[in-house]
């Protein structure tokens, strides 16, 4: 009778086991926003494509952090999200149309702590505009190595002094279906509907990068392109 019991037991939590890991995780899981938040500046710098409007700003980040030891991966786990405040707002999808639907969402109010990249990058053009007046007959590829060995070192330097950022952004907080078989449903971070890009999130995420490459050109005869292949950079 009790070894009967024991079995009967054993089975029991095995399939309890089996419920919550088949379908309550996955589902918890991805209703969480900060799941799909976790890897999202990762996504903006690597899922890049010949017209990609922010690839810009994926060679500055290679560049000034070429080193296994850091690189995307560390920009993108050095990035924290907290959602401040979400308004429940109401979409209109395929207006006028037999298609027409509501969809509605939340607008979230996200608060981005990041490292000050972009005080590294005016401190290393500012630098290297100074180092071309200093040194006029400087070549094209003594002037990139320059540029590259100033921004990395910069780079280094904001990690070490622990310089951050905190910006605020407004995005859309959205529940999605996917999967083939079940109905499985993940919560997205994404544009608002009246914005053209999430080039604002980028610049939060980079610390004012995007905006301060708007404000500060880079050294002239500067090709980041070109940079990248003359320090064998991937």
Same mark, same amino acid.
Do not use: H, W
């Given at each position: 009778?009790?070894?009967?019991?024991?079995?009967?037991? $054993?089975?029991?939590?095995?399939? $309890?086991?089996?419920?919550?890991?088949?379908?309550?995780?996955?589902?918890?899981?991805?209703?969480?926003?900060?799941?799909?938040?976790?890897?999202?500046?990762?996504?903006?710098?690597?899922?890049?494509?010949?017209?990609?409007?922010?690839?810009?700003?994926?060679?500055?980040?290679?560049?000034?952090?070429?080193?296994?030891?850091?690189?995307? /991966?560390?920009?993108?786990?050095?990035?924290?999200?907290?959602?401040?405040?979400?308004?429940?707002? /109401?979409? $209109?999808?395929?207006?006028?149309? $037999?298609?027409?639907?509501?969809?509605?969402?939340?607008?979230?109010?996200?608060?981005?702590?990041?490292?000050?990249?972009?005080?590294?990058?005016?401190?290393?053009? /500012?630098?290297?505009?100074?180092?071309?007046?200093?040194?006029?007959?400087?070549?094209?590829?003594?002037?990139?190595?320059?540029?590259?060995?100033?921004?990395?070192?910069?780079?280094?330097?904001?990690?070490?002094?622990?310089?951050?950022?905190? %910006?605020?952004?407004? /995005?859309?907080?959205?529940?999605?279906?996917?999967?083939?078989?079940?109905?499985?449903?993940?919560?997205?971070?994404?544009?608002?509907?009246?914005?053209?890009?999430?080039?604002?999130?980028?610049?939060?995420?980079?610390?004012?990068?995007?905006?301060? %490459?708007?404000?500060?050109?880079?050294?002239?005869?500067?090709?980041?392109?070109?940079?990248?292949?003359?320090?064998?950079?991937?």
């Amino acid at each position: 009778m009790k070894k009967s019991l024991k079995y009967s037991l $054993i089975y029991t939590i095995l399939l $309890i086991l089996l419920f919550l890991f088949t379908v309550d995780i996955p589902n918890r899981y991805n209703s969480n926003p900060m799941v799909d938040l976790k890897n999202k500046c990762y996504d903006y710098l690597t899922l890049t494509g010949e017209d990609d409007p922010f690839k810009e700003y994926i060679f500055i980040m290679k560049i000034m952090y070429p080193k296994p030891t850091f690189g995307i /991966k560390y920009v993108n786990r050095n990035v924290d999200y907290e959602i401040l405040e979400r308004e429940e707002k /109401k979409e $209109i999808v395929d207006e006028g149309t $037999i298609y027409e639907e509501k969809n509605y969402y939340n607008k979230v109010k996200i608060k981005v702590t990041s490292y000050n990249y972009a005080i590294a990058y005016k401190n290393a053009v /500012k630098a290297t505009n100074k180092y071309k007046k200093e040194n006029e007959n400087a070549g094209k590829e003594e002037i990139e190595t320059y540029f590259a060995e100033r921004i990395e070192y910069e780079g280094k330097k904001v990690i070490d002094n622990e310089e951050k950022t905190v %910006m605020y952004v407004y /995005k859309k907080e959205d529940e999605i279906e996917y999967g083939d078989k079940s109905r499985l449903y993940k919560t997205v971070i994404s544009k608002l509907p009246e914005q053209e890009s999430n080039s604002d999130f980028l610049n939060a995420m980079l610390g004012g990068l995007v905006e301060e %490459m708007d404000k500060t050109k880079l050294p002239e005869g500067v090709d980041l392109e070109e940079t990248m292949k003359l320090m064998k950079i991937k």
